[in-house]
């Protein structure tokens, strides 16, 4: 009975993220033929438009016939052009800067507003709608970052918590690190609140899931699926969810610059959305993604740090968008600490949010109780800064946490030629 109260208030309270959901979705009934063409009419308009109105595309865009011959645009050089990366047709009394620790260690500052905000609302939402959701059944997240976690949940209403959290049927928890007492805490939500749907990290769904099947839980039967983001979904992870919480876990690929990449159907299988995104996979599987929809800060061929490969072929779920497989990509380590803690590697990302300076970098744990930060910085990080880091390692991970910084270099590589921001303590 809620349900359709709440759908109706959150469509008055978001009509532009319905308007672009119902457009969204309406591409969905397009044939396969139909949506690539879509997509590479929208491709050749956003390269236009990048080449008259972008400092960084005008200045780089000779020649705009042959896509492949266009240069590649790599975090570093968001780091150094983010400026010039801002379309001359913004309004810059709108766009605002958000931040993203980096999946491959390379922090990063993008430019966003409302009207991309809502559009990456919107094809979340039709990511749900995959595991037949509907707007108005109860999402309850498990998420590690900060701006993610304030009240009214990633919504961010600016009205009193438990008002936003009844329109918007979705709740955030704060997800940095947990111990067994918090695996508890939450699975006791999950019964009281009674979601249709679950999201987070891969790890933590998975750590939870654990917890579940070794308590032998019940988890209510409201659950109809569980979407894992922001890391690889391994097959045990995956095989553990569906344990624990009886539905499909559904696997999602994006980012926060550019979000809504991909998604499993309810066939399990990953659809790229081509009205969203043109994704291309080198010969080293190295993904580029060239957003579709973003004028305000335009991604072309964008070095996203990830692997994977686009395939052929076709898939009975009724999505006429083409399929890929993801490769190896954001393994990430979870840190333990000697008071019992298990912390997630966002909560390392949060400790360096904002710092430009930073090229690269990575969290090392040497031992139960010590942390290597290494850096490729310039200028140098101040002692000042490291001082008030190491406050903030013992305040956010363990008050016994000892820290040491490095200015490095260079930052080696994993043999799969990804890099790890953060990794373990290995005994």
Partial sequence: ??????????????????????????????????VLQKQ?????????????????????????????????LTKPDVIEHLDDLLADT???????????????????????????????????MRSYMGSGWRPGRKILNFWGARQDTVAGGVFGAAIDAKWADFIAAERTVAAFEYTERQLREWADHIRAYRPVLLQGYASILAELARFVIDERIAMPTSLIGVYSTAEVLED???????????????????????????????????????????????ADERLLVTSLTNRLMPTIRYDIGDSGRL?????????PFPLMEMGMCRQNDLIRTPGGKTVH???????????????????????????????????????????????????????????????????????????????????
């Fill in 40 to 72: 590479r009419d929208d491709l050749a308009r956003m390269v236009a438009f990048a080449a008259e109105h972008v400092p960084w595309y005008r200045q780089r865009f000779a020649d705009i016939s042959d896509f492949g011959a266009l240069p590649i």
């Fill in 345 to 427: 590697p966002s909560t390392f990302n949060r400790l360096l949010y904002g710092l430009t300076q930073i090229r690269q970098y990575q969290w090392r744990q040497t031992a139960p109780d010590r942390m290597v930060l290494s850096v490729v910085a310039s200028p140098a990080l101040s002692e000042a800064f490291v001082n008030g880091l190491r406050a903030n390692l013992r305040a956010e991970v363990d008050a016994g946490m000892e820290l040491e910084v490095l200015h490095v270099e260079e930052i080696p590589r994993t043999a799969s030629g990804k890099h790890r921001f953060v990794i373990g303590f290995q005994p």
């Fill in 90 to 124: 913004a309004d810059r009394s709108e766009a605002k800067i958000g931040h993203t620790g980096g999946s491959t260690g390379k922090p990063l500052a993008f430019w966003y507003d409302e009207a991309k905000h809502e559009l990456m609302r919107a094809g979340m």
């Fill in 1 to 34: 009975m809620l349900e359709p109260v709440r759908g109706w208030l959150h469509r008055r309270q978001r009509p532009a993220r319905y308007t672009q959901l119902a457009e969204l979705i309406g591409n969905q009934r397009l044939s396969r033929a139909q």
């Fill in 311 to 319: 395939l052929d072929g076709d898939c009975d779920c009724g999505w």
């Fill in 236 to 282: 045990r992870q995956r095989e553990l969810m569906e344990r624990a919480f009886s539905c499909r876990a559904f696997n999602q690929y994006g980012s926060r610059e550019v979000p809504n990449i991909a998604c499993e159907c309810r066939r399990g299988r990953m659809h790229v959305f081509t009205d969203m995104v043109f994704l291309e996979s080198a």
